[in-house]
């Protein structure tokens, strides 16, 4: 069975650096024309996948504007998940769950159990109860070949009271989750299967991601102010793990099948040009 890192890597060798989320929110819809309604909704994530789910690496649908329509909402994100993952994109799950025990073990199998509706090849959690909590969603992963993100420098302006603040070790909160995702993949080739989320648009911070060996979610660019040629700025070294993440940027091309890719064509190449 490959690891989710094993079919990352060969995900971006073949079709770029890039992950496009979808998200569909009032104003999205609205923009194409689509009413704020299950009908707009299942219209909006079908024509994105149709777009773009054979040529992108990684879609990421953000679960809550599926969730908002309660369980006919959820039955469109299995749809655009099932239909994403049946054209060749990896499904990364933008849930960003946390929890412990058993409430944890809970939300891994919804996500990442085969048996699942909602199956994905990836998700996202936050860490802010402690790494150590994730262990569940870890473990589910590992033994279905799927990869988690971790929250670990966000974009968002309240992040960095938390995120920054300093442990008793001297770290800062968000060093010590860099350092403990970075020993869960110590010695994965060609790329661990933990990755981390880290705004593309925060600048230098001084946090060291050289040995993550793990992919490196970078939502933040487009229409949230980022652009390819911060990524230097934040990742360093660490370049050649980034997976640029577009949302607004692409979606607002649409309707149009052919804008959408062009729209995700014009950022690929961005981004293959800052990432070398």
Not at 39 to 47: I, V, Y
Not at 71 to 87: D, F, H, N, P, Y
Request: glycine content about 10%.
């Amino acid at each position: 069975m490959e690891t989710f890192g094993e079919r990352l890597h060969a995900a971006v060798a073949k079709r770029g650096p890039l992950c496009v989320g979808i998200d569909p929110h009032a104003s999205l819809l609205a923009r194409w024309g689509l009413s704020d309604d299950i009908a707009g909704l299942e219209r909006f994530a079908l024509t994105v996948v149709e777009a773009l789910a054979d040529r992108v690496a990684v879609l990421k649908p953000q679960s809550a504007f599926f969730e908002r329509f309660g369980s006919r909402g959820i039955a469109v994100l299995e749809s655009t998940i099932r239909q994403s993952r049946e054209a060749g994109a990896l499904v990364l799950l933008d849930v960003k769950r946390g929890d412990i025990g058993s409430t944890m073990a809970a939300y891994a199998s919804a996500y990442l159990d085969p048996a699942s509706t909602l199956r994905s090849d990836a998700i996202t959690v936050s860490p802010y109860l402690g790494v150590g909590s994730l262990r569940p969603a870890f473990d589910l992963a590992a033994a279905n070949g799927a990869g988690v993100f971790v929250l670990a420098l966000t974009s968002n302006p309240e992040g960095p009271a938390v995120q920054h603040a300093v442990t008793p070790s001297g770290a800062t909160v968000a060093q010590t989750v860099i350092d403990e995702i970075a020993q869960v993949n110590a010695g994965a080739t060609p790329l661990g299967s933990l990755g981390l989320v880290v705004g593309a648009t925060i600048g230098e911070t001084g946090h060291d991601l050289a040995n993550v060996n793990g992919p490196l979610l970078a939502p933040g660019l487009g229409a949230q102010g980022a652009t390819p040629a911060d990524l230097r700025a934040v990742f360093g070294e660490s370049l050649h793990n980034v997976l640029p993440s577009y949302s607004r940027e692409v979606l607002s091309a649409g309707p149009s099948i052919t804008e959408l890719r062009a729209a995700t064509s014009r950022v690929l190449d961005d981004c293959r040009a800052a990432l070398g």
